[in-house]
């Protein structure tokens, strides 16, 4: 069973609009959550991450919001441009750090 | 993919045959993985290494074995393919053991396999 769920499949968004993705996990031996950007052809990159004793995490245009309690993260993706369409990965890493669990993926395309 | 190459990157075989995909790195990382990629089920962990001779199970390894002979070199072999097996696989490496902060998993470019 998947540990990391994540939503939506699929999204599209105008440009300059604002892409938000949700995960929840179940394990609370995670504690560290990193997002993956992944376009077609390669492999996923790391975007950007959080630590569960932070609640929001702000680079440029991405941020991560973490609610620990609720047990869910999600990423927003300010401004959207078309070249932000990819796939995004959300991930969570076990308290050995040697294992990361990732969300089924959620695939954004940015309308111009 | 800086500093890693899978091969082959595209492959087709049938079921039942056996196949080696190689991840070949030119970071002198010592840690290595394989993962495999589904739609719907995101990116999950084969095997990995922790240095050569050294491997351990992922949360999908059945089916599955790895080498790494050296350094530079992770092989991941599906003794006999399964047509289950058709999936895209890619291989990573990391610096250190701990996966967080500034220790990230850089990926390869993946290698599409289909099993007839």
């Known amino acids: 069973q998947q540990q990391v769920k994540q939503s939506p499949q699929s999204l599209i968004v105008q440009k300059g609009g604002i892409s938000i993705i949700n995960c929840a996990y179940e394990?609370?031996?995670?504690?560290?959550f990193p997002w993956y950007q992944q376009f077609p052809g390669k492999g996923p990159a790391l975007l950007i991450a959080?630590?569960?004793?932070?609640s929001e995490k702000k680079e440029g245009r991405f941020t991560i919001s973490f609610n620990k309690s609720a047990k869910q993260f999600s990423l927003h993706i300010m401004d959207s441009q078309p070249g932000d369409s990819a796939t995004y990965f959300c991930a969570a890493l076990n308290n050995a750090g040697n294992m990361l669990t990732f969300g089924g993926g959620t695939r954004l395309m940015v309308k111009p | 993919d800086a500093g890693i190459t899978q091969s082959p990157r595209h492959k087709v075989t049938e079921t039942g045959t056996p196949v080696t995909l190689r991840c070949h790195q030119t970071e002198n990382h010592r840690y290595m993985y394989w993962y495999r990629q589904d739609p719907g089920h995101g990116l999950r962990l084969i095997h990995y290494s922790y240095g050569v001779k050294d491997t351990d199970k992922g949360e999908v390894s059945d089916g599955y074995s790895v080498s790494r002979s050296k350094t530079e070199d992770f092989l991941l072999t599906l003794e006999s393919a399964t047509s289950s097996q058709t999936s895209v696989y890619f291989c990573a490496i990391s610096e250190r053991a701990g996966l967080s902060g500034a220790n990230v998993l850089t990926f390869g470019a993946g290698s599409r396999l289909t099993v007839l």
């Open positions: 959080i630590r569960p004793d932070v």
């Open positions: 394990n609370t031996a995670f504690d560290y």
